[in-house]
Structure formats: C-alpha cells, structure tokens
C-alpha cells in the first residue's frame, strides 16, 4: 500500500502517474481540504474535486480544474441575475457540489461522501479528505490590492481566484487545524504504508496544511526513510501558481534547496528535476537524499516514468 498527499494539479498529476504503475487500489491520496469553501451554500472541496477528476479522467487537460466538455449556463443566468460569479463553476461540476453539500447536511462525514462521489466515477484509489473537520487556509495581505487593505487576512480562495494570486502575502494561517482530527485511516494508512509518497504540490497551502493536522507530521517522522517527495519547485520557479512567491515570502528560498531544508524533518529523499542537478550534493547537505529525474509532468508517460522513479527511491 501507497500513500501519497496531494493538493491540486500537481498531486493529481503525479497521482495518474502512480496508477500506471501500481494496483490503484493500493494508492490512498490524503488530499488537502485547506482550499475548501461554502459557496452560494455549496461546500466545495477543490483539490478533491481535481483528484477526483483527474483519476476518472473527466478533468479539464488546459485549466487543470474541472470538468472537460464543461456548459456554463448556470453561471451564465447567475450572472444575469447579478449572482457571484467569480469562482467558475461549470454545470457538470456543480452536480458534485450538489452532491456533496446534500449528503452532509445529512449528516455524512467528508471522508464518507469523498468515497461515494470517487466511487461513482470509477475511482479505484482511495481518496480520503486530510480531515473530516473544517481547516481553512487564510493569507494576511502584505500590500493593498483588489480594494483589500494591506494587513487585511482573507480566505484562500478570495487570495487565489478573486486576487488571482497576485498580491504579497505576510502571513498564512490554517483556521480550525488544531481542533481537527485526522479523517479515519490517515494515520493508519500513512504508518502502514510501504511508502509515503509527497507530490508536487504547493508547499505552503497544499502540503502546509496536511502537514498542520494534529498528528500528521509526527506520523510522517516517523517514516521518514520511505517519505519521497518530488519538487514543485523546478529551477528556482512554480510551473503554476503562488509556490515559489510564497516561499520566499515566507522566509523561505524558492529552490530545491530551499524545499529540502523546508521538509527535511520528515522528507528521507527528495526527487529533483534535471534542471536542478547541479543541485543535488546542496540538497543532501540539508541531510536529505536527491534523486535526479525528469519531473515536468507535460504528458501521462512522462507522469508515469516520474512515478517509477519515485517508488525506486522508497525501495
Ligand atoms: P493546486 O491546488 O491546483 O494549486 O495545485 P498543487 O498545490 O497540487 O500544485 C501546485 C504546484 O504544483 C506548483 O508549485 C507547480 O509548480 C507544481 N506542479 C504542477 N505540475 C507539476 C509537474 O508536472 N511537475 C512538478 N515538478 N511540479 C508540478
Ligand atoms: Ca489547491
């Protein structure tokens, strides 16, 4: 059996990359729910949602979010009814949301209704919420943009979508995470695990609030020898998104290193790009084991080989 955390894009890609070369119903995904929102009373959960996707092969290949052969006409009328319309949500999509939010109300736990709605789309890897309770990732502005004072802490998805990332943040923080539990099998399956697998997604708000979860990381030190993690940082940069500005934001370096040195309680080896190899004897110097492979996941085979690579190193 095979754990892997995931945010998004990245941990999604390196996700169908694992099932070409394992059982599928080995992998457990413990995926991050720090993104997740309540939107026109709808709980969605992004990076399930792209997980999900990805795996039943229904995702949108350009945006990476979503449903392919998407319609819009629920945002299209909302939008004449001068509803919000920022966050897309395209009619196939919402059917999931709709399901979600009516099972819960039902009372059902998140980890419950993740299963149900994978299973219904043919997911055979088990995807499991990092927690069942409500964690929120919040950002504090470090300047004013989009009519927001600097100073100001807003939600994950309002820095995200609204701001579209583009603003300095000074802090993040993970709302309700230390009153949340594990969701059932966490624990369990990232200590039974014959390797822990950390996909390339971003550090600080995808793997940052897995990490956050009461008793995530200290389960995650102890195995640290079978932890592999494989950069989102490739050549001092993000191949999407805020990773690399909020790094370095953070007080962090925005390289393999810089990766290396963030992880390096937890992390036994860490699979760097080509591109970094120059870089490989300054990431063991942080006491961290670098692996050199391909790891621009630009197609399934690529995703696949990255995949092999990874488990090589576990073994
Ligand atoms: P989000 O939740 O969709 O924003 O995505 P994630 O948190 O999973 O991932 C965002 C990070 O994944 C970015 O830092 C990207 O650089 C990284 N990423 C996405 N695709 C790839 C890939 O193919 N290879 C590598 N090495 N990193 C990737
Ligand atoms: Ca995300």
Not at 216 to 224: E, F, H, N, Q, S
């Amino acid at each position: 059996m095979l754990v892997a955390l995931a945010g998004g894009v990245g941990g999604a890609r390196l996700l169908s990359g694992l099932v070409q070369v394992v059982d599928p119903a080995e992998v457990t995904a413990v995926v991050n729910t720090g993104d997740d929102m309540t939107l026109h009373g709808l709980h969605i959960s992004p990076d399930i949602d792209t997980v999900v996707y990805t795996l039943a092969g229904v995702h949108n290949r350009s945006t990476g979010w979503g449903v392919a052969t998407e319609s819009w006409n629920v945002m299209d009328e909302l939008e004449r009814l001068g509803g919000e319309t920022w966050f897309r949500l395209g009619d196939r999509d919402l059917a999931t949301h709709l399901y979600r939010t009516q099972r819960l109300g039902e009372g059902a736990r998140l980890h419950e209704v993740t299963t149900e709605l994978a299973r219904a789309r043919g997911v055979e890897v088990r995807v499991l919420p990092m927690s069942d309770d409500a964690v929120r990732t919040r950002l504090v502005l470090a300047e004013s943009a989009g009519g927001v004072a600097a100073g100001t802490e807003v939600a994950f998805q309002h820095y995200f979508v609204g701001l579209r990332h583009a603003v300095t943040v000074s802090s993040v923080r993970f709302d309700g995470v230390a009153e949340a539990s594990p969701a059932p099998g966490v624990l369990d399956a990232i200590g039974e695990a014959e390797a822990v697998v950390v996909c390339p997604s971003n550090p600080v708000v995808s793997i940052g609030p897995i990490l956050a979860v009461p008793g995530v990381r200290k389960a995650l030190v102890a195995r640290r020898e079978q932890v592999v993690a494989v950069s989102p940082i490739v050549a001092g940069a993000a191949l999407k998104g805020p990773a690399d500005r909020l790094l370095v934001e953070l007080g962090h370096e925005s390289t393999v290193v810089g990766v290396a040195r963030l992880h390096a309680e937890w992390v036994g080896t860490l699979v760097i790009d080509e591109r970094d190899a120059h870089l490989k004897d300054a990431v063991e110097a942080q006491g961290v084991r670098a692996v050199v492979a391909p790891t621009i996941m630009s197609s399934p085979q690529v995703a696949g080989s990255l995949a092999a690579v990874v488990l090589d190193a576990a073994r």
